[in-house]
């Protein structure tokens, strides 16, 4: 037997038919089971009650941290980077576009067997030139091995949000995971509503176009959380009932300094199989003392306090410290050191680099197997992959709209019958 509970034979059936033709032609001798989104999804479904890790990788112990937790707990995961984290415009130096090379490599260098899929989080269209420089950057993430992909046109106006959905979708492969979102992350103001939700899954549905996954703005934030409001479950848990028809699951966002009983109760009372996690792996892997949930804890000051046994050196972190106060870095905005400091913190000791890997592999490790239910979830995906005998599931869903009912005339006008308020205007990307 494998080290992740199905045999030998089986894994190597997987590996035969289960990764896509992308990342067939990026490595071909790989032995890393890189696989779509909807195998994550699917494998979730199949336990129950359960949502994989979406590990956002800002820098590279991330993306081993992470690595190592899933394969410590047989557990299949994610792995991303979003638009604006790893963009044309990056803060990191993972991008979009060499993070499948980096997994790729640390799978086949630490023997990782778990399935893993490789994700562009909050591919954000927030104008038409957005729209218009998708169609050329959304095939080129595909070239570069990603396995799944969430269209977030969710600043714009409900009609332009699910026009461009419908636009940008024959960019994305129909085998790749696809997440959607309706409502843009930014706390308790603009929540998204049932109606909005509807609005987006029906139109998606009429025009043959079925997302494996649903982000909602229910009350969380990105970055650092400053209240303990955090996550409406409620809110979540009525949208998902209302979009059951369409098996659409959902995608946390902003897990980052939700409570433990919060993130569980979204895993047990929600339709969730997907939470990410980014600003708590990024602290964690530079030693930061964070609280139980992983949110940085800052000292009367505001400054973020180092833990001298976790994560870089006391003088290393000094360094950025003295980095961050010369560009004006506050709070969140210490996400902007990643993209200067990844080589000065690879070219550390081995004692250091292992630091921040293990920071992370502990946290993610606690999360999957104490929080969201993900332990033992990697023999269910390959199960779904040898079932289908394909790296393509398919979909979870017939179309049951009509499509004459959802045209862009119709969808037009339907919008104009929206009642839906965004509200607080601003930046709330990752």
């Known amino acids: 037997m494998s080290a992740h509970g199905v045999s030998t034979a089986d894994y190597e059936k997987a590996l035969s038919v289960g990764r896509p033709p992308n990342v067939v032609k990026l490595f071909p001798n790989s032995k890393a089971l890189l696989v779509s989104g909807k195998v994550i999804d699917r494998a979730m479904i199949r336990k129950g009650k359960a949502i994989a890790i979406a590990a956002s990788v800002r820098n590279s112990f991330a993306a081993y941290g992470a690595l190592r937790a899933a394969q410590k707990a047989n557990a299949a995961i994610i792995i991303e980077i979003a638009k604006s984290e790893g963009g044309a415009n990056a803060y990191c130096a993972v991008s979009l576009w060499n993070m499948a090379r980096l997994v790729d490599s640390i799978c086949n260098e630490l023997g990782i067997t778990v399935p893993v899929a490789i994700h562009a989080d909050h591919y954000g269209i927030k104008s038409d030139k957005d729209l218009v420089a998708a169609k050329t950057e959304i095939p080129s993430l595909f070239d570069a091995g990603m396995t799944s992909i969430a269209i977030d046109a969710s600043h714009l106006p409900d009609t332009d949000n699910l026009l461009a959905n419908l636009e940008l979708s024959r960019f994305v492969p129909a085998w790749s995971g696809y997440e959607t979102e309706v409502g843009e992350i930014k706390g308790k103001t603009g929540l998204s509503t049932v109606k909005e939700a509807l609005f987006l899954i029906e139109g998606l549905n009429a025009n043959n176009i079925f997302p494996d996954w649903i982000a909602l703005n229910n009350g969380t934030t990105h970055g650092l959380e400053a209240s303990d409001a955090g996550i409406q479950v409620d809110l979540t848990a009525k949208i998902h009932k209302a979009l059951e ?110 630091r921040m890997i293990k920071g992370v592999e502990d946290f993610v490790y606690l999360l999957i197997s104490e929080v969201f239910n993900g332990q033992d979830t990697a023999s269910l995906a390959i199960e779904e992959i040898l079932k289908a005998g394909s790296y393509d599931l398919g979909p979870k869903t017939p179309r049951i709209e009509n499509p004459a009912d959802w045209t862009r005339e119709r969808i037009l006008e339907k919008g104009t019958k929206l009642d839906t308020d965004k509200r607080a205007k601003g930046n709330f990307d990752d």
Do not use: C
């Open 245 to 354: 028809p369409y098996h659409i699951s959902g995608a946390q966002h902003g897990t980052s300094g939700n409570n433990f009983d919060r993130l569980r109760a979204i895993a047990q009372k929600t339709h969730t199989t997907k939470a990410n996690v980014a600003t708590a792996l990024q602290m964690v892997s530079w030693g930061l003392k964070v609280n139980e949930y992983g949110n940085a804890i800052q000292d009367a000051e505001g400054n973020f306090i180092k833990m001298p046994d976790a994560g870089p050196f006391d003088s290393m972190w000094e360094q950025m410290v003295a980095f961050a106060k010369e560009k004006g870095l506050k709070g969140g905005d210490y996400k902007k050191l990643n993209l200067p400091f990844e080589n000065k913190l690879l070219g550390l000791t081995a004692v250091e680099r292992e």
